[in-house]
């Protein structure tokens, strides 16, 4: 299996635009041991031609450009049969309207995600003005599927969605939603060696680690989990005021190098890393802290093979 990660960054990029807080005033300065990031944005294949996409960032139509795997191969053409979204947040799917360019895709999401997408926003509608287009597919918790392109062709790549949340972006009119908000994604494919099966967690998103989760993580070849903010309480402490990181629905760092110490991973990286989280700076003690456990720091264009 092929991942790439062609951004790790959360919502706002790093730096982000309107921000000057130590991280993005010295990276602007040229003055920062770290580097900037675009959204978070992966790509994953099983055969290295045909591309799936896990969410859709803001940032896609510079990240498809910076990645010579994801260019078309003919006149109208692209390797991305698809998106998988694990949330309905903009950083989730204001890529999807980067992608109406008439090239038929498949849409993976749950149906409250679907309803909100194609039902309260029409921009939506964009992705379906000829046919074939977008193919919307519902996803179901916990339920393992087959990645098909806008075709029907099978991709070799298996995904599973672990709702975890029913927390909705604030944009969402609908009330009585599922708890169907954020997911957890799991990808499988064979791996190069005959017979084996790898398997990739991706929570960029996650507000507690319970163990039915701990469990379905143990065992994964590759984990990228939530690296959002270090400490419950970092935007309160550079801003002044604002939510602490449970409250915006993400485990903080900290929290989540202590929970999944004993799990068995094979490699695991955080990503969705905001601008204010102080292992962005790879001379912070944060830095080396993560390091020093066993974990990276996802930066963008990773490649990783399996
Ligand atoms: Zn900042």
């Given at each position: ?5 062609l951004g790790s960054a959360a919502g706002g990029r790093f730096p982000q635009w309107n ?17 900037p990031r675009t959204q978070a944005q992966l ?10 996409l896990a969410g859709a960032s803001p940032d896609l139509a510079f990240q498809i450009e910076a ?16 998106v998988?979204l694990a949330s309905a947040d903009l950083d989730d799917v204001l890529g999807l309207l980067l992608l109406r ?16 997408l194609?039902?309260?926003n029409?921009m939506f ?44 972006p604030?944009y ?32 960029p998103a ?66 969705h890393?905001n601008n ?24 963008d ?6």
């Amino acid at each position: 299996m092929h991942l790439r990660i062609l951004g790790s960054a959360a919502g706002g990029r790093f730096p982000q635009w309107n921000c000057a807080c130590g991280n993005c005033d010295f990276v602007r300065q040229n003055k920062f041991r770290g580097k900037p990031r675009t959204q978070a944005q992966l790509a994953l294949s099983s055969d290295g031609s045909r591309w799936f996409l896990a969410g859709a960032s803001p940032d896609l139509a510079f990240q498809i450009e910076a990645t010579p795997e994801l260019h078309p191969r003919a006149l109208r053409d692209s390797p991305i049969a698809g998106v998988v979204l694990a949330s309905a947040d903009l950083d989730d799917v204001l890529g999807l309207l980067l992608l109406r360019e008439l090239q038929p895709l498949r849409v993976y999401a749950a149906a409250s995600i679907l309803q909100i997408l194609r039902e309260e926003n029409s921009m939506f509608a964009m992705l379906n003005r000829v046919e074939p287009q977008v193919a919307w597919n519902l996803m179901s918790d916990s339920v393992p599927f087959p990645l098909f392109d806008a075709q029907g062709a099978d991709l070799d790549l298996c995904c599973e969605a672990v709702f975890l949340s029913g927390r909705y972006p604030r944009y969402v009119r609908s009330s009585g939603l599922a708890p169907e908000a954020t997911a957890a994604l799991f990808f499988e494919a064979d791996s190069s060696q005959a017979g084996s099966k790898k398997r990739i967690a991706y929570a960029p998103a996650i507000e507690k680690l319970g163990d039915p989760l701990l469990s379905k993580i143990d065992g994964c070849d590759v984990l990228l989990l939530d690296g959002t903010f270090w400490s419950d309480d970092e935007l309160i402490r550079v801003q002044g005021s604002g939510e602490t990181a449970h409250q915006m629905g993400h485990i903080p760092v900290e929290e989540s190098l202590r929970l999944l110490k004993n799990v068995r991973v094979g490699r695991r990286l955080y990503i969705h890393i905001n601008n204010t989280n102080p292992i962005l700076n790879e001379a912070s003690p944060e830095h080396r802290a993560v390091l020093d456990a066993g974990w990276e720091v996802a930066e963008d264009n990773w490649h990783l093979e399996l």
